[in-house]
């Protein structure tokens, strides 16, 4: 649904695999979720003809499937045995400008480097102007552009000491995989914000932002990419078993910073991030939910039928099946139905621009199940709301089919201020616990529906760390407006266009 905070990207990278295209390929198929307006791959290889390294590379508008549509690219062109992929959803720069598709290419004194990112610069305006000062030209408004200058402007002598002292200067959220000649290095940042695995499949060592993505080639997860850690996969990885690591300092003041939506909404549910299950993490959301709100506190009439728990598929699955049965643990009969039918071969509604195109999704996306909902007391989880207009949508939909009651379950807290570490929310204006000042009473009227319930900030990191018992902090500036990282002031994601 569009009522939801706008994905990212999902990045993927390959090292000696004598097929790297074709599986970056389908670890982008795997991570389609994470971007839908754009995807590319740049692959690496010698050129006997030119006797040189070369990087050929393509990538286009549209769904992963679209764009690599004819095989021949595969055959004829990305060839080589490493390769680097990305699937977009814009978060800075305009997604209707070719020159912001990823993976970014270019060629400069120390050789071809293509470099894919997931996440936002928090210092990108005055990185920006530093360059504009110093007569630099852009080809695209994404702040990855960036890091290329940084890289090809530092004066240290080796290429790795150039990424470095590139990496070093940037702040805020962000994974790479960086593609040179002769390795693939893997960056997370000192926070920890983006998720970023590392996986092996037979001789060969990928990275990825989610590990559907192995699971798809028939990869093994080996860990995850440590907060401020820049690994460095080559042959002498290849031949060692482990690659090198190097660390990033962490800004002093700040802790690590795990997005939290990567659990709520974001990550596939049979992806492991964070070192945990996305499943799992759910479930206890879920629980928590539960308890914060028990089904005899929001059920307003008797009925001889068990209220009815449904989910809006496919996001909220998880945490419906964990708020059900955990309503029944502490004795509140209830029974998890399917209530509304997703067609999945609509994509996620708000990868499309404007608003209209997203009211005409919504109606395609979903459909009610009228005999499970008829004369039921309906208790619906969603895990996020961010305008409500298509969440008011569904919710007509649902009052068609004549429910005794519907009662609305978030498993997050309301949004109420922007995020600028990658997630592309609308102005604060337009959400829409900020839209009716806050008040929970006016929210549900605005939606329809009988009540409306909230699961806690304070509920929902305690849900996310019972579940995950490792050491990483978590971001929810979103729902509580405490920023871990200091941001510069913020432009539009399209500030930077010409038109």
Same mark, same amino acid.
């Given at each position: 649904?569009?009522d939801k905070?706008?994905?990212?990207?999902?990045?993927?990278?390959i090292?000696n695999?004598? =097929?790297a295209?074709v599986?970056?390929y389908?670890g982008l198929?795997?991570?389609?979720?994470?971007?839908q307006?754009?995807a590319?791959?740049?692959?690496? &290889?010698?050129d006997?003809?030119r006797?040189?390294?070369?990087?050929?590379?393509?990538?286009?508008?549209?769904?992963?499937?679209n764009?690599?549509?004819?095989?021949?690219?595969?055959?004829?062109?990305l060839k080589?045995?490493?390769? #680097?992929?990305?699937?977009?959803?814009?978060?800075?720069g305009?997604?209707?400008?070719p020159?912001n598709?990823?993976?970014f290419?270019?060629?400069?004194?120390?050789?071809n480097?293509? *470099?894919?990112h997931?996440?936002?610069?928090t210092n990108?305006?005055?990185l920006r102007?530093?360059?504009?000062?110093?007569?630099?030209?852009?080809?695209?408004?994404?702040?990855?552009?960036?890091?290329?200058?940084?890289?090809?402007h530092?004066?240290?002598t080796?290429?790795?000491?150039q990424?470095m002292?590139?990496?070093?200067?940037i702040e805020?959220?962000?994974?790479? &995989?960086?593609?040179?000649?002769d390795?693939?290095i893997?960056?997370r940042?000192p926070n920890?914000?983006r998720?970023?695995a *590392?996986?092996?499949?037979?001789?060969?060592?990928?990275v990825?932002? %989610?590990?559907?993505?192995?699971?798809?080639?028939g990869a093994?997860?080996?860990r995850?990419i440590?907060p401020? %850690?820049?690994l460095?996969?080559d042959?002498n990885?290849?031949?060692?078993g482990e690659?090198?690591?190097?660390?990033l300092p962490?800004?002093?003041?700040?802790?690590?910073?795990?997005?939290?939506?990567?659990y709520?909404?974001?990550?596939?549910p049979?992806?492991r991030?964070?070192?945990?299950?996305?499943?799992? &993490?759910?479930?206890?959301?879920?629980k928590h939910?539960?308890?914060e709100?028990r089904?005899?506190?929001?059920v307003?009439s008797?009925?001889?039928?068990?209220?009815?728990?449904?989910?809006?598929p496919?996001?909220s699955?998880?945490?419906?099946?964990?708020?059900a049965?955990?309503?029944?643990?502490?004795?509140?009969?209830?029974?998890? =139905?399917?209530?509304?039918i997703?067609?999945?071969?609509?994509g996620r509604?708000?990868?499309?621009?404007?608003?209209e195109? $997203?009211?005409?999704?919504? $109606?395609?996306?979903?459909?009610p199940v009228?005999g499970?909902?008829?004369?039921r007391i309906?208790?619906?989880?969603?895990?996020?709301?961010v305008?409500?207009?298509?969440?008011?949508?569904?919710?007509?939909?649902?009052r068609?089919?004549?429910?005794?009651?519907?009662?609305f379950?978030?498993?997050?807290?309301?949004?109420?201020?922007?995020?600028?570490?990658?997630?592309?929310?609308?102005s604060? %204006?337009?959400l829409?616990a900020?839209?009716?000042?806050?008040? #929970?009473?006016?929210?549900?009227?605005?939606l329809?529906?009988?009540?409306?319930?909230?699961l806690?900030?304070?509920g929902?990191?305690?849900?996310?760390?019972?579940?995950?018992?490792?050491n990483?902090n978590?971001?929810?500036?979103?729902f509580?407006? $405490?920023y871990?990282?200091?941001?510069e002031?913020?432009?539009?994601k399209?500030?930077n266009?010409?038109?």
């Amino acid at each position: 649904m569009s009522d939801k905070p706008h994905d990212y990207c999902g990045i993927f990278g390959i090292y000696n695999h004598p =097929e790297a295209a074709v599986m970056a390929y389908y670890g982008l198929h795997a991570l389609q979720h994470r971007g839908q307006e754009s995807a590319g791959i740049v692959s690496s &290889v010698f050129d006997e003809a030119r006797g040189q390294n070369i990087m050929p590379m393509h990538k286009d508008f549209g769904l992963v499937l679209n764009v690599f549509e004819d095989k021949r690219i595969f055959t004829d062109k990305l060839k080589g045995c490493k390769a #680097i992929g990305h699937n977009r959803y814009s978060t800075s720069g305009s997604s209707n400008n070719p020159a912001n598709i990823q993976p970014f290419r270019v060629h400069y004194r120390k050789g071809n480097l293509a *470099l894919a990112h997931n996440g936002n610069l928090t210092n990108a305006p005055s990185l920006r102007q530093r360059f504009i000062n110093e007569g630099i030209l852009f080809q695209s408004t994404s702040d990855t552009e960036l890091i290329l200058h940084l890289i090809s402007h530092s004066l240290k002598t080796g290429q790795f000491e150039q990424i470095m002292d590139a990496l070093r200067q940037i702040e805020g959220a962000y994974c790479l &995989v960086i593609q040179t000649d002769d390795a693939l290095i893997a960056v997370r940042d000192p926070n920890g914000f983006r998720p970023l695995a *590392l996986g092996r499949l037979g001789d060969s060592f990928v990275v990825a932002s %989610e590990t559907c993505a192995f699971d798809i080639i028939g990869a093994e997860y080996i860990r995850d990419i440590e907060p401020g %850690e820049v690994l460095v996969i080559d042959d002498n990885a290849t031949s060692s078993g482990e690659p090198a690591s190097y660390t990033l300092p962490r800004k002093p003041g700040t802790d690590t910073a795990g997005c939290v939506f990567e659990y709520v909404y974001f990550s596939r549910p049979d992806s492991r991030i964070f070192g945990e299950n996305v499943d799992k &993490v759910r479930r206890q959301i879920g629980k928590h939910l539960a308890r914060e709100h028990r089904i005899p506190d929001i059920v307003k009439s008797t009925s001889d039928k068990k209220p009815i728990v449904i989910s809006v598929p496919d996001s909220s699955n998880t945490a419906a099946l964990g708020y059900a049965g955990e309503s029944r643990k502490l004795g509140y009969d209830c029974k998890f =139905e399917i209530g509304l039918i997703r067609n999945h071969y609509v994509g996620r509604t708000f990868i499309a621009p404007g608003q209209e195109s $997203r009211q005409f999704k919504v $109606r395609t996306k979903f459909n009610p199940v009228r005999g499970v909902i008829e004369d039921r007391i309906v208790l619906i989880v969603d895990d996020s709301i961010v305008r409500g207009t298509t969440s008011r949508m569904l919710i007509d939909m649902i009052r068609k089919c004549n429910p005794k009651e519907i009662h609305f379950l978030v498993s997050s807290p309301p949004i109420i201020e922007p995020c600028f570490y990658g997630m592309d929310f609308p102005s604060p %204006e337009e959400l829409i616990a900020n839209k009716f000042d806050r008040n #929970i009473d006016r929210i549900a009227a605005e939606l329809g529906v009988d009540s409306l319930h909230y699961l806690s900030p304070k509920g929902l990191i305690e849900a996310v760390k019972e579940a995950n018992e490792g050491n990483l902090n978590y971001c929810s500036a979103c729902f509580t407006g $405490r920023y871990p990282v200091p941001v510069e002031t913020q432009m539009g994601k399209e500030a930077n266009e010409l038109v």
